[in-house]
């Protein structure tokens, strides 16, 4: 099993910068993907950007490329999400998530591909 807790969310103006992070515990090591993904007040959860926990794809929705950067710290067991250029339309909860042994790379960013879920940070652009 899986823990995932997020942080760094908060309120930015649009242009503005935000990074977040989501702290991986348990047997993290079976995850093979982690991605994050958000869900605006009255809009479904999508998918924003993920990628291989081993190296390999990474993918990005287009509405993040360009402006988003995931990466990670496997000693640290952290995720993380740079957040560049914010626009209100980024103003959602962000949750990040994780996988069990196996994800395919043509399904990073859709939601039934992940197993663990975070309870998600708040960002709000205004």
């Known amino acids: 099993h899986v823990q995932l807790v997020e942080s760094g969310g908060g309120s930015v103006q649009a242009g503005g910068s935000l990074t977040l992070s989501c702290g991986a515990s348990?047997?993290?090591?079976?995850?093979?993907?982690m991605g994050w993904f958000r869900q605006a007040p009255g809009k479904e959860r999508e998918g924003v950007a993920a990628?291989?926990?081993?190296?390999?794809?990474?993918r990005y929705a287009d509405s993040v490329k360009g402006r988003f950067t995931i990466s990670q710290d496997n000693a640290k067991k952290t995720l993380y999400l740079q957040m560049n250029s914010l626009k209100p339309d980024d103003t959602a909860m962000y949750y990040c998530?994780?996988?069990?042994?196996?994800?395919?790379?043509?399904?990073?960013?859709?939601?039934?591909?992940?197993?663990?879920w975070g309870r998600g940070t708040q960002v709000t652009v205004s």
């Open positions: 998530a994780a996988s069990r042994t196996y994800c395919s790379s043509d399904y990073l960013l859709v939601i039934s591909e992940y197993n663990y």
């Open positions: 348990g047997d993290t090591y079976s995850s093979a993907c």
């Open positions: 990628t291989f926990t081993r190296g390999g794809s990474t």
